[in-house]
């Protein structure tokens, strides 16, 4: 028969109770809702910078998602050739045939050009040349619209019969220098009174040509002297091909040497931007950080403040029975609900500004899961370290000091 001794009386050592983690947030909300207006104002440091941060990122991934999609419409494979300078600084003629020689390189699916015409232009008769409006003439083919995938707003694109007639075909910019709103009204190119018979929308990959008038290229030779040499050209080959194109384009277009004239390809432009952009939202999202360490900071502060104003409650907490480890945890949870409550709002607000600014621009809004995750961890992170030196502080008060506080 087994006999278990009972401990003798005074034997047993007395353990100090756990909070289970349900009080410890009740303790930690019962503080903060005695003190709303602090909390409130302690809290909004931190929402403004995860609400930056949020709204960084989110606003970042719709532009680029927006740019990816204009990218995906217009296309990468357009090449430019324009005609340079020779080494005198003379003004490079490309020939004639240059459309021609193009269409012949294997891969080449378009090629179109248009050229430089010597012409003002200006709203009427009674403007003196010197006002000219900043739009400058240029002759196209009539094919240019499909190569560059663009379209017309209002009017009529040039076609075989117009093409030969004194008409244009305004850039959107053009027409707005020179007040045109709709087809049929008249300019004056050069000397000379010519019928606006469209305006396009903007050209996306090629806006030089937002700026111009556009004519065909029997008219420009036939009323302004034009001498049929194309200033540039554009091609479109398959997506896998480019590179190759773009390889032998140059000598291909100017035989004398690849060095007097200048390819491109336009989409580089919009690609530039893209990575401009990723410059810009680290700088934003740099600046998002520092106001979230302010806000770290402030709850901090707002901590301190509350150990200091709340010593005779520690005091009794610590008298009947509270453990350091205790008083530890509910200024730490305080703290962290402080965080959490800026965090959320932060959160919720830049998400709502990503929503309304992209839908304004016309984007797909875009917030990734990850940055606000990421931005509500990092609030949890700035609350733990925040709350941290105020929470020891708290633990460190000797019971009978505390009571005696003033």
Not at 230 to 236: A, G, I, L, Q, S
Not at 304 to 329: K, P
């Amino acid at each position: 028969m087994n006999i278990r001794r009972k401990p003798e009386e005074g034997g047993a050592r007395l353990r100090p109770a756990r909070l289970p983690l349900g009080d410890i947030l009740r303790l930690g909300a019962v503080g903060l809702r005695a003190r709303r207006a602090r909390v409130v104002l302690s809290a909004l440091g931190i929402a403004i910078g995860i609400a930056t941060m949020v709204a960084v990122v989110g606003l970042s991934h719709s532009s680029k998602a927006d740019l990816m999609a204009r990218l995906d419409r217009l296309g990468t494979n357009l090449l430019t050739v324009e005609a340079g300078e020779d080494p005198m600084g003379n003004q490079v003629k490309l020939p004639k045939s240059a459309v021609a020689m193009v269409e012949r390189i294997g891969p080449v699916r378009h090629a179109t050009a248009t050229g430089g015409v010597d012409a003002g232009i200006r709203r009427s008769d009674l403007v003196p040349e010197e006002r000219a409006a900043g739009v400058t003439t240029q002759a196209a083919r009539t094919d240019l619209l499909t190569a560059l995938g663009a379209g017309v707003d209002r009017g009529r694109w040039l076609d075989s019969a117009t093409e030969r007639l004194p008409v244009t075909v305004l850039g959107s910019v053009a027409a707005r220098r020179l007040g045109i709103t709709d087809p049929g009204e008249k300019i004056m190119m050069g000397d000379r009174y010519v019928v606006v018979i469209g305006i396009l929308d903007p050209v996306e990959l090629v806006p030089t040509l937002d700026r111009v008038a556009l004519i065909g290229f029997p008219s420009a030779e036939k009323y302004f002297g034009f001498d049929g040499h194309p200033t540039m050209v554009f091609e479109r080959s398959p997506d896998g091909t480019v590179d190759d194109v773009r390889a032998v384009l140059a000598r291909t277009v100017s035989p004398e040497g690849d060095h007097l004239v200048k390819v491109s390809r336009p989409s580089d432009a919009l690609a530039a931007k893209a990575a401009t952009d990723k410059g810009l939202t680290a700088l934003m999202l740099g600046l998002g950080a520092v106001a979230l360490l302010v806000g770290g900071v402030g709850v901090a502060n707002t901590m301190v403040i509350s150990v200091l104003e709340r010593r005779q409650e520690i005091g009794l907490r610590r008298s009947i029975g509270a453990t350091r480890n205790a008083i530890r945890l509910q200024f730490l949870m305080e703290s962290l609900l402080l965080s959490a409550l800026g965090g959320a709002a932060g959160a919720v607000l830049g998400t709502a500004a990503t929503f309304g600014f992209a839908v304004a621009q016309g984007w797909t809004p875009v917030v990734p899961p990850w940055s606000v995750a990421g931005g509500f961890a990092a609030t949890l992170l700035i609350g733990v370290l925040a709350g941290l030196y105020p929470a020891v502080r708290a633990s460190r008060l000797h019971p009978t000091v505390a009571l005696n506080a003033a």
